[in-house]
């Protein structure tokens, strides 16, 4: 009898530290999970829903929280994808090589274009980028400043935790804070549903969520045309504040999980970025990150 408890121990002991020891999908190979992006995560558990529909011996698990906390997972091999909306930082790279000693593995999986969300009656149909840090960074206060009505502007924006709050401050506010009084909520569809029920609000998000609000063309300078946030212009490159999704690993992905990259950058796979509402990636594009 102790002889049998002896070997059982030994037995959950290498069980115990198979799976302390391994990477999230590796103890299988069948389990995958992805995290980060509120941004993303609709069209991360689309992608998924998909997949599994077709390989029902892997299971996928899709989680939001923010690219940051994503990133986070990532480093610390809490997650087999981190989903971001913004670049990885050199101070990730390198905090993901130092504690994992493995290289980051950068994968632009779609489009997007950050749209700039007002209420359905805001007369306004188009802003510059200049007029947007006004707004965002207290400098304008009331529409009239920026050729609408006589109305205190209302902030709505992304917690920091935020792939596009990261991207919006560095591209729109050009690294300035955001005025105190923006109004901080947990993902894209929590903007639009607040824009949706202010006539004196603003926000900003993935173009995917629009619903219910109006979208305003962004001007790069005053004296140029404004810009809608519509596929061909996020394709070329020529709204303003275009921008790539990421998906980011730790080392080069294989099994299962390679065959899950190689589906998502597949004309199946970039079918599920139309259907969600963004922008798939031009075929130059998925023969330069395709390999």
Known sequence: ??????????????????????????????????????????LGQRWAE??????????????????????????????DIAESSRPMKDTEKTQLQQK??????????????????????NPLTELTLEQLKKIYTGAAKNWKDVGGNDERIILYGRENSSGTYAYFKEHVLENADYYPTTQTLPGTAAVINAVSKDTRGIGYGGIAY????????????????????????VQKNIYPISRFLYWYLAGQPKGQIKNLTD?????????????????????????????
């Open 210 to 233: 629009l619903k219910g609000v109006k979208a305003l063309k962004v001007k790069k300078t005053a004296s140029t045309p404004g810009v809608e946030p519509t596929l061909e212009n």
């Open 100 to 121: 994992r000693s493995m290289a980051v593995v950068e994968l632009p999986v779609a489009l997007d274009g950050l749209a700039v969300y007002v209420h359905d009656r």
């Open 263 to 291: 589906w998502v950058l597949s004309k199946e796979g970039q079918s599920v970025v139309e259907d969600v509402g963004y922008y798939p990636l031009t075929a130059e594009m998925l023969a330069k990150y395709k390999k």
């Open 1 to 42: 009898m102790k002889k049998i408890l002896a070997i059982l121990g030994i037995f959950s002991l290498c069980i115990l530290m198979g799976t302390i020891g391994s990477a999230p999908a590796a103890a299988q190979g069948q389990n995958i999970s992805i995290k980060g992006s509120d941004t993303m995560v609709l």
């Open 50 to 79: 998909n997949y599994m529909k077709k390989n029902s011996s892997v299971t996928i698990q899709v989680t939001g929280g923010g690219s940051g906390v994503g990133l986070a997972a990532l480093i610390n091999g809490t997650t």
